[in-house]
């Protein structure tokens, strides 16, 4: 079982960054594919981005690409999410994904494994 715990979220104002990490269990993180999503109040969960199980591949939605970064660290069992010039229509419960495969996904039923989510609220 992998479990996964994120942390860095906060209040930010318009323009402003944050950086999220999830830990995770596990001794399989270095072949698991990982991925972000996000959630606003009656909204639907959104992709963000993924990233392949080296870091060599990765996926950004539209709405974030230039502005946000994943990465990982194997060794560290961690991952990332760097959020850069943060908009108020980022404001989300944000949650760390894996996958029990290599490639990345960005489809919600492509993860197998969840995190509880950290909250971003950017004012304006």
């Known amino acids: 079982q992998v479990q996964l715990v994120e942390s860095g979220g906060g209040l930010v104002q318009a323009g402003g960054s944050l950086r999220l990490s999830c830990a995770a269990s596990g001794r399989t993180f270095s072949r698991n594919a990982m991925g972000w999503f996000r959630q606003a109040p009656g909204k639907e969960r959104e992709f963000v981005t993924a990233?392949?199980?080296?870091?060599?591949?990765?996926y950004y939605a539209d709405s974030v690409k230039g502005r946000f970064t994943i990465s990982r660290d194997n060794a560290k069992n961690t991952l990332y999410l760097q959020m850069n010039n943060l908009k108020p229509e980022d404001t989300a419960v944000y949650y760390c994904?894996?996958?029990?495969?290599?490639?990345?996904?960005?489809?919600?039923?492509?993860?197998?494994?969840w995190g509880q989510g950290t909250q971003v609220t950017v004012s304006s």
């Open positions: 990233i392949s199980s080296s870091g060599g591949i990765t």
């Open positions: 994904a894996c996958s029990t495969k290599m490639v990345a996904s960005t489809r919600y039923l492509g993860y197998d494994y």
